[in-house]
């Protein structure tokens, strides 16, 4: 199953609309936005996303597709069969 990111349209004052063109483009994830995720404080402050329903924040949008990215990566090997 592929990993769902989710952002918030009123979040883009803090650059998360360049994040979710830059992870859109992106074959490995889904990504979906929404006009409200219902988190005002953390939208106020800083730039944040969920990615399978787990909110992830970080001081710079650049900072937050990191995050997102070893989230993504995390959820990736959990997914992966051993090889055994």
């Given at each position: 199953m592929r990993p769902i990111i989710e952002l918030c349209v009123n979040n883009v004052h803090?650059?998360?609309?360049?994040?979710m063109k830059r992870l859109a483009a992106l074959p490995e994830v889904d990504v979906i936005e929404y006009g409200c995720l219902g988190n005002c404080g953390e939208c106020f402050l800083f730039p944040y996303a969920y990615v399978n329903g787990e909110?992830?924040?970080?001081?710079?949008?650049?900072?937050?597709?990191?995050?997102?990215?070893?989230?993504v990566r995390e959820i990736q090997a959990w997914e992966q069969p051993d090889a055994d």
């Open positions: 803090q650059g998360t609309d360049q994040l909110i992830v924040a970080a001081e710079t949008a650049e900072q937050l597709y990191d995050v997102i990215m070893e989230q």
